[in-house]
């Protein structure tokens, strides 16, 4: 079946660090890869997403490439603000691939906890 | 505010009781989908309707918890005689049918159910 592998945190850095979150997937046919972010309080907000290889997601300075030789979506960003404190979610939307209809549902990993210091 | 809602957004209730959570999709939304979050993992997927269409349910729905949609506008989710390990983060999610790999799933904030 299809799994997400993320990053163990929790991962603590300076303001304006360097960030990667890594994330690898396992799955069948040509999943579409996302990263959601969960901000303290609140619910999971959609950051970026890719839909086929080498596709490339951004988001308030964030990116990650889709890369199926590697089966990885790692999160980076070049400088991270207190503000990005939150636990980071990677996800992938997978398809069934005898049929080519779509798998609708997501599978996650177990997040990333980001704290970020002044 | 159109985004998904849900209520209530906390429930304490005694192991053997009765819940029933609410959630309102995102008007144009077909599609709608309930996920449980426990304390460090990510969001476990549940069922999904499609319109008023109940189309998938995981292995982690037992018999305790039922879901409907009627008229393909809010969903409710019923957990019947609760027990403990109940006790998570229900998450309810809707998105727009679209093209294969295209569509996003957008999230509400959750109910947090206590099961004491």
């Known amino acids: 079946g299809n799994s997400v592998t993320q990053m163990e945190g929790p991962v603590t850095l300076s303001e304006e660090a360097f960030l990667t979150i890594n994330c690898t997937y396992t799955a069948t046919g040509y999943p579409s890869l996302f990263w959601y972010v969960q901000y303290p309080g609140e619910g999971l907000q959609l950051l970026l997403k890719?839909?086929?290889?080498?596709d490339k997601g951004s988001n308030k300075g964030f990116e990650a490439t889709y890369r199926k030789e590697t089966t990885s979506f790692h999160l980076e960003k070049g400088s991270v603000q207190v503000s990005d404190s939150a636990v980071y979610f990677c996800a992938l939307m997978g398809t069934s691939g005898y049929s080519g209809g779509s798998n609708y549902k997501l599978t996650f990993g177990k997040g990333t906890l980001l704290t970020v210091n002044p | 505010d159109t985004g998904v809602s849900q209520d209530p957004r906390h429930k304490i209730t005694k192991r053997g009781q009765n819940v029933t959570f609410r959630c309102d999709p995102i008007?144009?939304?077909?599609?709608l989908y309930w996920y449980r979050q426990t304390l460090g993992q990510g969001p476990e997927f549940l069922t999904y309707?499609?319109?008023?269409?109940?189309?998938?349910k995981s292995r982690l729905l037992s018999d305790r918890f039922s879901a409907e949609r009627p008229k393909g506008s809010f969903s409710t989710l019923e957990i019947q005689r609760t027990e403990q390990g109940d006790s998570a983060m229900y998450l309810c999610?809707?998105?727009?049918?679209?093209?294969?790999?295209?569509?996003?799933?957008?999230f509400g904030p959750g109910t947090r159910l206590l099961v004491l």
């Open positions: 890719a839909t086929k290889a080498d």
């Open positions: 309707f499609q319109n008023e269409a109940q189309l998938e």
């Open positions: 008007s144009e939304h077909n599609r």
């Open positions: 999610a809707s998105s727009l049918s679209f093209e294969q790999g295209q569509e996003t799933q957008y």
